[in-house]
């Protein structure tokens, strides 16, 4: 039996199937396909709008169709402009002429009128109203979005409103469930806090359009930056908003400024919210940002305007603090205490006070490397609209620790700029100054204790930070520092900030062994040129109250200081009942 012939390609001819044309570039005539494809679908990103397309005809096949309703067009007005018994002569056959001689000069000669440009119609849409063309009036940002009056005004409520992300953030886990089953969110379950808060506001946006968020900015290296939010101790969480770096640039941007404005849902392949428009920056209009100065070009000056922790009569432990150390804005303290000395209730009362006292002032407790039992009673002990407990827990890593505290003071020095007065309370330096050392490079220079020569450049940064300035508004720093622990690191790190402060509060363990409350160390403790917080009299009374204090023990001198303060109501009281004879 003989094997069929092959053709060149070694195919056999019979078997070979034709080849397949590629309907895509194909300009035979064919019937309108009934659904068009997603191939078909125009490349120019601005023809979106549906209701302008003819339903079951391609854009390729509308485009041809136009072309040749364009060219039938033209060729009416031509022949509408040329005489009759010329189109009759050209009709007519002539003999004997050549097919390739050039054609006669009325041919040649002859104007064709310009073809005629249709504009484009408006489309009807399915409320029976004509709209514009798609492409018309598109803004060129995102933020150009509130030309509409109606919108704006609702956009306004709903800054007022439920629909701001702060507010959902400061909600605990069992408020977030019966809001996400009141606004019929699915599959709630098993999902952590940050998680189902991003549901929440996914489906609110679905039901409002617009949406309102509020954080503190850290911007990355890359350029872009997210908002944090203090309520999560700035750690990045999925409804973090997305800041992009055009708007950095525009407003000039830093880390730890607070902005505010309109944000969108993410989209398709997105996992953040975004940033629209920017409303406030520190509660400010953001055009006011390029009439700050930086922080680092302020003028600083020594501690000036007294804080005043005296908080009722009852209260010795503030009393004794207001007048053994006083403390102004812009001090640089710090708190020296060895373990269990009551620093952290010390901190606390700090912190209370100043709240009561100076209630335009904006407190941050930063508490690094602790406990979380001693972080969960700081939150409920601190509480106001001018206060946050930030917090980095012992079982958290050194970089987690770097990160809570450069957010915190780029934060207070943002506020500075904009004149505010921000008292940070650190607990403590000295584990802080531990975290730089474990993620500094290695410099092949090592200090006793094993401390790296270029690890405490940062931490003194952060504690230097503290400063009256001059223009306007204050950086108050107080830190706790860690002695008598048994490591030699510890005493390294206190000796490095020994000198750097301008007021010490030693804490003694002997008075805590007594059960003498509060362990101050009168003698030890002071504040440097406290003539500029005190008045004359007031000065010269301190002064004749420690030369008495001055020949007993620490023990004995708080036993007699705060045995006498409890007999009266007030520190002025107090010194104007002493005899200075």
């Known amino acids: 039996m003989n094997a069929p012939a092959l053709d060149a390609n070694g195919q056999d001819p019979i078997e070979t199937p034709p080849p397949v044309v590629n309907d895509r570039y194909d300009r035979s005539e064919r019937e309108p ?61 002539v003999a004997g002429r050549d097919r ?46 509130f030309g509409d009056a109606a919108i704006h005004d609702r956009y306004e409520d709903i800054k007022r409103g439920e629909i701001h992300l702060t507010e959902l953030q400061k909600m605990t886990m069992p408020q977030l469930i019966r809001t996400a089953k009141n606004e019929g969110v699915i599959e709630y379950t098993g999902l952590k806090k940050q998680d189902l808060i991003f549901k929440i506001l996914k489906e609110r946006v ?11 900015l850290e911007v990355l290296p890359d350029g872009f930056g997210f908002l944090r939010s203090p309520d999560y101790n700035y750690l990045p969480c999925p409804d973090d908003i997305y800041v992009s770096p055009s708007q950095i640039r525009r407003f000039g941007l830093k880390t730890g400024a607070i902005v505010a404005g309109q944000i969108r849902p993410p989209k398709e392949n997105e996992r953040y919210f975004a940033l629209l428009r920017v409303e406030a920056i520190n509660y400010e209009d953001p055009d006011k940002l390029s009439e700050k100065v930086g922080f680092d070009d302020l003028t600083p000056l020594h501690p000036m305007g007294r804080i005043q922790l005296e908080n009722g009569s009852d209260e010795i432990n503030m009393r004794v603090v207001d007048l053994v150390t006083p403390i102004g804005k812009g001090q640089r303290g710090l708190i020296v205490a060895p373990p269990r000395t009551g620093k952290t209730v010390l901190l606390q009362k700090i912190a209370n006070s100043v709240l009561k006292n100076h209630p335009d002032a904006y407190v941050m407790v930063l508490l690094i490397d602790e ?137 003694d363990r002997r ?26 009299e007031e000065l010269r009374r301190v002064w004749i109250l420690r030369r008495v204090l001055n020949d007993m023990n620490p023990v004995e001198a708080m036993e007699l200081l705060t045995g006498r303060m409890r007999k009266s109501k007030s520190n002025a009281e107090f010194l104007m009942s002493m005899n200075l004879s």
């Open 371 to 507: 406990r979380p039992e001693e972080v969960t009673d700081m939150e409920r002990s601190v509480k106001g609209p001018t206060a946050e407990v930030i917090s980095s827990t012992f079982d958290e890593p050194a970089s987690r620790h770097i990160q809570v505290a450069e957010m915190v003071i780029e934060k207070a020095k943002r506020m500075v700029e904009y004149g505010r007065d921000v008292v940070i309370l650190l607990d403590s330096i000295t584990r802080l100054a531990r975290a730089y050392n474990t993620e500094a490079p290695h410099s092949g220079k090592i200090l006793t204790g094993g401390i790296d020569a270029s690890a405490l450049q940062k931490p003194k940064r952060f504690f230097g930070a503290a400063r009256k300035i001059e223009e306007a508004g204050s950086l108050t720093i107080l830190a706790t520092a860690l002695v008598d622990t048994g490591s030699r690191m510890d005493d390294v790190i206190f000796e490095e900030f020994k000198g750097t402060g301008n007021m010490e509060l030693h804490l």
């Open 33 to 93: 396909y009934p659904q068009e494809r997603p191939a078909d679908r125009e490349p120019i990103r601005f023809l979106r709008d549906r209701a302008e397309r003819e339903s079951g005809v391609p854009v390729r096949e509308r485009l041809r169709d136009r072309s040749e309703r364009e060219s039938a067009q033209v060729a009416r007005d031509r022949d509408a402009a040329t005489p009759a018994r010329t189109r009759g002569d050209q009709d007519q056959p």
């Open 511 to 536: 008075l805590v062994d007594k059960r003498v409350w509060p362990a101050i160390d009168v003698n030890r403790s002071g504040t440097r040129r406290e003539e500029l917080l005190m008045d004359a």
């Open 100 to 145: 390739d001689a050039s054609p006669p000069a009325r041919d040649r000669e002859r104007e064709y009128p310009p073809a005629v440009r249709t504009e484009r119609e408006p489309v009807a849409s399915a409320g029976n109203e004509t709209t514009t063309a798609p492409y018309a009036g598109l803004p060129e940002d995102d933020e150009d979005i």
């Open 206 to 216: 679905k039901q409002n359009g617009l949406m309102f968020g509020e954080g503190t």
